[in-house]
């Protein structure tokens, strides 16, 4: 199967930059940083594929960032780019997979939206049964707990009690949650999830 030959990227002015940010936009949600991060790394890639000397490559690299900056800082002025209201909703998706707050936050910094993590995380678990009802989610996806085979050896239960640490729920948590009856498990995963 022969490849098609690459066609040099067109010179990332401000107004091509604005097209490629509403066109990840369109398709995924982002922080400023994370939508900034990819017209940086189109920039890098015309940057790489242009064939220019090396001091105009500079020029016109710092240039393309210079208005790679304004577009974005355009888009979060017009309310396009939101990180509280990314954050908020990625926090409310990730808590209802089973992802515990302190992963939830590695995760809102990885994206760029650290800085508002705190308020989403609030959000996401508002009281101790939404961190159990998280926690008997992880639970229910390892078969481990009220999922997993009834009366495990004690080895079985230390190794469900560090799985569920190591997804940065807290001791108390994961007791609580591997000593759930099943039916009651069930019942406040369905009232977390409502």
Same mark, same amino acid.
């Given at each position: 199967?022969?490849?098609?030959?690459? !066609?040099?990227?067109?010179?990332?002015?401000?107004?091509?930059?604005?097209?490629?940010?509403?066109?990840?936009?369109?398709?995924?949600?982002?922080?400023?940083?994370?939508?900034?991060?990819?017209?940086?790394?189109?920039?890098?890639?015309?940057?790489?594929?242009?064939?220019?000397?090396?001091? =105009?490559? &500079?020029?016109?690299?710092?240039?393309?960032?210079?208005?790679?900056?304004?577009?974005?800082?355009?888009?979060?002025?017009?309310?396009?780019?939101?990180?509280?209201?990314?954050?908020?909703?990625?926090?409310?998706?990730?808590?209802?997979?089973?992802?515990?707050?302190? @992963?939830?936050?590695?995760?809102?910094?990885?994206?760029?939206?650290? =800085?508002?993590?705190?308020? &989403?995380?609030?959000?996401?678990? *508002? =009281?101790?049964?939404?961190?159990?009802? !998280?926690?008997?989610?992880?639970? %229910?996806? %390892?078969?481990?707990? *009220?999922?997993?085979?009834? =009366?495990?050896? *004690?080895?079985?239960?230390?190794?469900?009690?560090?799985?569920?640490?190591? @997804?940065?729920?807290?001791?108390?948590?994961?007791?609580?949650?591997?000593?759930?009856? *099943?039916?009651?498990?069930?019942?406040?995963?369905?009232?977390?999830?409502?």
């Amino acid at each position: 199967m022969s490849r098609r030959p690459r !066609t040099p990227h067109q010179y990332p002015t401000e107004a091509v930059l604005r097209e490629a940010a509403l066109a990840h936009l369109a398709r995924f949600s982002a922080t400023r940083a994370g939508l900034l991060r990819v017209l940086t790394n189109r920039i890098a890639r015309w940057a790489r594929d242009a064939d220019l000397a090396a001091e =105009d490559r &500079a020029t016109a690299i710092t240039t393309a960032r210079a208005a790679a900056e304004a577009v974005v800082d355009r888009l979060v002025a017009v309310g396009a780019v939101d990180d509280a209201a990314f954050a908020q909703a990625r926090a409310r998706r990730l808590a209802r997979a089973g992802r515990s707050a302190p @992963a939830i936050a590695a995760h809102l910094a990885g994206k760029g939206a650290g =800085d508002v993590a705190g308020e &989403a995380i609030d959000a996401a678990f *508002p =009281d101790r049964d939404a961190q159990l009802a !998280t926690a008997l989610i992880a639970a %229910r996806k %390892r078969r481990i707990g *009220p999922y997993g085979p009834p =009366d495990p050896p *004690p080895e079985a239960r230390l190794k469900a009690l560090a799985a569920l640490a190591r @997804a940065g729920f807290s001791r108390a948590i994961a007791e609580a949650a591997l000593a759930m009856d *099943p039916d009651e498990a069930e019942a406040r995963i369905a009232a977390f999830r409502r």
